[in-house]
């Protein structure tokens, strides 16, 4: 089991940074796959980002790429996400997520099996 708490998320200029956090407590976070995910009012949730679970390797959404990135500590439980360059339509309810442990990384909602509660992040223009 993974418990996920986000924080980091708040009210920026566009053209502005924000950094999310994600603190996940269980003893499987260093084994599992992590990822970002979004939901703007209206729309359906989607991927922003994902890394596996030594965090070698990561992927980004087009729409993110060159201006977010994403990270993790397995010594502290923890999964991050600078955002820069941030526009009004990143606009949305962040989510941080986790895979089951000891499976490939994924860039759907559906390959995740623990969510957190989410973080507001508004771009103003």
């Known amino acids: 089991q993974v418990q996920l708490v986000e924080s980091g998320g708040g009210l920026v200029q566009a053209g502005g940074s924000l950094r999310l956090s994600c603190a996940a407590s269980?003893?499987?976070?260093?084994?599992?796959?992590m990822g970002w995910f979004r939901q703007a009012p209206g729309k359906e949730r989607e991927f922003v980002a994902s890394i596996i679970a030594s965090g070698l390797s990561t992927y980004h959404a087009d729409s993110v790429k060159g201006r977010f990135t994403i990270s993790r500590d397995n010594a502290k439980n923890m999964m991050f996400l600078q955002m820069n360059s941030l526009k009004p339509e990143d606009t949305a309810l962040y989510y941080c997520a986790a895979r089951a442990a000891n499976l490939r990384v994924g860039m759907t909602q559906y390959d995740y099996t623990y969510w957190g509660q989410g973080t507001q992040v508004t771009v103003s223009s």
């Open positions: 269980g003893h499987t976070f260093s084994r599992s796959a």
